[in-house]
């Protein structure tokens, strides 16, 4: 399960972990998030992460 | 004022900024004005960290020449983009053309947008390092503290740790070191500046103190880019952030409500005598004659917050409306809150109110309370209970 980086501010998706502030369970792969997704630090859309 | 010499060699060439009242826009208000730090270190190397905004550009260059000619600075270490921090970058390149700009890749990138010049600029990343002569310069990347350009500055000789905004207060003094101002103004400050910069980036701000701390390295001086500087407790600071940062709070209730005849307003001081008369702090605010920088300030560490509103065209009125939407972004947790109102047929506001909170990831603990156009006695008392019911379950959280 590939990581992405946000390039912005730098905060690392772990699918592993997902993300608990918008509702993303563990085990959620980024190309799986919705595109309402946004980064949780500095409020980016996925368009604007890499992957690790 | 002057420059001062705040460590042997480096001098503070800020400006004060003494009227300034509405900061960001009309974001926050600055009723103690503020200052811009920018902080010269003379080695064999010449560093200007930071500048100031633009319209103090001569005073930052006056100060600067006390001390040294502006040509001979050989670098310019922008922390961040910022106009009240670079706004005087152009002024200061053409004094000396050949100096080189330092700062993030974000930093680079940001300073392009905002001034459209072609300075020589070097990116630096953490740990990076700057020999000056005797002393050096570190770097700390602090990405979203608060934009993605933000960097600390730190200098290992003096122990002196120059981290831009973070840490600051919009405080205008003449005195320029924490132990020379009343404690509880400057706590004031930095406690509004916290709640209404820095609270929505809390985790960010836990995992960067860590960083520093595990770092291992000493702080002997903070020196931010507004406000006083921590020379002599900056401890102090640091214990605040960490207890901000961590969302903690005191067994205290804010009440913020907008009313239009007056009904709500009644519900609102009914409701805050069950709170105190259950012996809770509390602070009650008509958010149409507040000031919301303050308003935000108390909210920082209260654990309840009960927001009222009437309903107008079915919904809720739109200055507690534009206020609720400013507190979502700031991302307070841990929170507890009800909702109450005074409507005329259909209500709205309640709901309303609800939603917003509930987006903002604040419990909603009792059922919201709305009473027909004027309360009457027994709803009068059904105000004073549900001030008694809240209290009861903030204390039992």
Not at chain 2, 130 to 152: Q, V
Not at chain 2, 270 to 295: C, H, N, P
Not at chain 2, 317 to 342: M, W, Y
Request: aromatic share 10%.
């Amino acid at each position: 399960m590939d990581k992405y980086r946000c390039t912005v501010c730098g905060y690392i998706y772990d699918p592993a972990v997902g993300d608990s502030t918008q509702g993303v369970k563990p085990g959620t792969l980024f190309k799986d998030l919705p595109d309402s997704w946004i980064c949780p630090d500095c409020g980016v859309g996925k368009d604007m992460f890499e992957k690790v | 004022m002057n420059a001062l010499e705040i460590k042997k060699d480096i001098y503070w060439v800020g400006a004060v900024d003494w009227n300034v009242r509405n900061f960001h826009g009309h974001t926050y208000t600055t009723k103690r004005g503020t200052t811009y730090n920018a902080y010269l270190i003379v080695d064999d190397k010449i560093a200007l960290v930071d500048t100031v905004l633009s319209s103090f550009s001569t005073e930052l260059i006056e100060k600067i020449k006390e001390i040294i000619h502006p040509e001979k600075i050989d670098y310019v270490i922008a922390n961040h983009v910022e106009a009240d921090h670079s706004g005087a970058l152009p002024e200061i390149m053409k004094l000396c053309p050949k100096a080189k700009v330092i700062g993030t890749a974000k930093c680079k990138e940001g300073l392009y947008k905002h001034y459209y010049e072609d300075w020589d600029f070097q990116i630096v990343r953490t740990h990076d390092k700057l020999k000056l002569g005797r002393k050096t310069l570190t770097f700390l990347e602090a990405p979203m503290l608060h934009w993605p350009d933000s960097m600390f500055t730190y200098c290992p000789e003096e122990e002196l740790l120059l981290p831009n905004d973070a840490f600051g207060q919009h405080y205008a003094t003449s005195e320029r070191f924490d132990g020379e101002v009343d404690q509880s103004m400057l706590m004031d400050e930095a406690t509004k500046y916290y709640g209404n910069i820095l609270w929505p980036l809390s985790t960010l701000v836990l995992k960067k103190i860590e960083e520093v701390q595990k770092l291992n390295i000493p702080i002997k001086m903070i020196a931010p880019s507004h406000g006083v500087i921590w020379r002599d407790d900056p401890a102090k600071i640091i214990t605040a952030y960490l207890k901000w940062a961590k969302n903690e709070t005191k067994l205290r209730v804010v009440v913020v409500y907008e009313t239009m005849w007056g009904a709500t307003e009644k519900m609102a001081r009914k409701i805050s005598q069950g709170l105190i008369d259950s012996g809770l702090e509390v602070k009650l605010f008509d958010i149409t004659q507040s000031d919301r920088t303050e308003v935000i300030k108390e909210m920082l560490d209260a654990k309840g917050y009960l927001i009222g509103s009437s309903t107008h065209n079915n919904g809720m009125l739109t200055t507690i409306a534009g206020f609720l939407e400013f507190l979502k972004g700031l991302k307070p947790k841990n929170r507890l809150a009800s909702v109450f109102g005074s409507y005329g047929w259909a209500g709205g506001a309640i709901k309303n109110i609800e939603n917003i909170l509930k987006e903002t990831g604040i419990e909603i603990i009792q059922p919201g309370l709305g009473i027909q156009y004027l309360p009457d006695e027994i709803e009068l008392k059904n105000c004073d209970e549900f001030g008694r019911n809240f209290a009861q379950r903030l204390k039992e959280e």
